[in-house]
């Protein structure tokens, strides 16, 4: 098998093939790289296989000594690869490029969904070894009809949105205003630290929306009177959306504050023509009541193959 040969390339050049990806992955966009950057996480280097895949790479120092490259659900496909072999000759040219050797240098590939099938043979090859257990979550599709939306969800879930909707207390509606991120960013950063979550911190989550192209960011707010009883920040990344942060207050749980977002946010989402909502994550042993309400949207439980490291 012949390795095939990857190019860097420069910012300019990697954001136009990403913007040609349709699967393209929340940690693989562009404002995500960016923000990486802007935030002093990491420094970007972008790698392309000519016209037909793109990938981020970002390089950093732990406790600024020991150089990590770290690659999280890369590459991007444009087109992928097809035929026999033609996959793990293209995986094995990107590990070349992206994880150079180096005597001092930690590197870290977390595989996508779409590598499941190679991603041990090729990550072996590299002279890597799984470090960590892939990441779950439910991917729910965004379907054209309406109706068709509530009939994928679980049955205790509609039942509570309909008992939401019919009350009627909470005003819902999108929004791309400044102040809306801020306010979901700074609540989901208290949740973040106070509980332990994993995810990405929220002065990332803040830069990101101040670096998104417009139309592909934006809230869905829930107010009673002039507060806000739930909110949701969304990014759309290829056809595909994520649900990266949100809150809700007492007051909002027992208004069904998020499942009325949610509703309000496929319709957004459809309207922009994305085809499915990634729901940021599902942990059933550190937060079962979470993963429960995600999985009652009816989606499909996603898990990525793993982290390889060396």
């Not at 950057?37 to 895949?53: H, K, P, S, V, Y």
């Not at 979550?197 to 998104?212: C, D, K, N, S, V």
Request: aromatic residues 8%; charged residues 25%; positive net charge.
């Amino acid at each position: 098998m012949m390795a095939e040969a990857w190019a860097e390339i420069d910012p300019a050049a990697a954001r136009r093939l990403l913007a040609l990806a349709p699967r393209l992955p929340f940690e693989q966009g562009w404002a995500y790289a960016q923000a990486m950057a802007a935030t002093g996480m990491a420094a970007m280097r972008f790698l392309a296989l000519g016209e037909r895949a793109v990938a981020t790479v970002c390089e950093r120092r732990w406790w600024g000594l020991w150089p990590v490259r770290e690659c999280l659900r890369g590459p991007a496909w444009i087109l992928p690869p097809e035929g026999e072999g033609s996959m793990e000759a293209a995986m094995d040219g990107f590990m070349r490029a992206a994880f150079r050797r180096h005597p001092f240098a930690m590197s870290f590939w977390t595989a996508d969904h779409g590598a499941a099938r190679h991603a041990d043979a090729v990550a072996r090859s590299a002279g890597m070894r799984r470090v960590m257990s892939g990441h779950a979550t439910s991917i729910v599709p965004v379907l054209a009809d309406p109706a068709a939306q509530r009939a994928l969800l679980h049955g205790k879930w509609r039942n509570a949105l309909a008992a939401a909707e019919a009350r009627g207390r909470l005003r819902v509606h999108a929004t791309r205003e400044r102040r809306a991120v801020v306010e979901v960013v700074e609540r989901y950063e208290g949740l973040r630290r106070a509980r332990g979550f994993a995810g990405p911190p929220g002065r990332m989550l803040a830069a990101m929306a101040t670096l998104e192209e417009p139309g592909r960011v934006f809230c869905v707010v829930a107010e009673r009177g002039a507060a806000t009883a739930a909110a949701g920040l969304f990014f759309v990344h290829g056809d595909e959306a994520t649900w990266a942060a949100g809150f809700s207050t007492p007051d909002g749980r027992a208004e069904g504050g998020h499942r009325l977002v949610l509703m309000a946010a496929f319709a957004e989402l459809r309207r922009l023509g994305v085809a499915r909502l990634d729901l940021g994550g599902v942990d059933t042993d550190a937060a079962p009541g979470i993963a429960r309400f995600k999985f009652g949207l009816g989606g499909t439980l996603a898990i990525l193959p793993g982290t390889w490291g060396r």
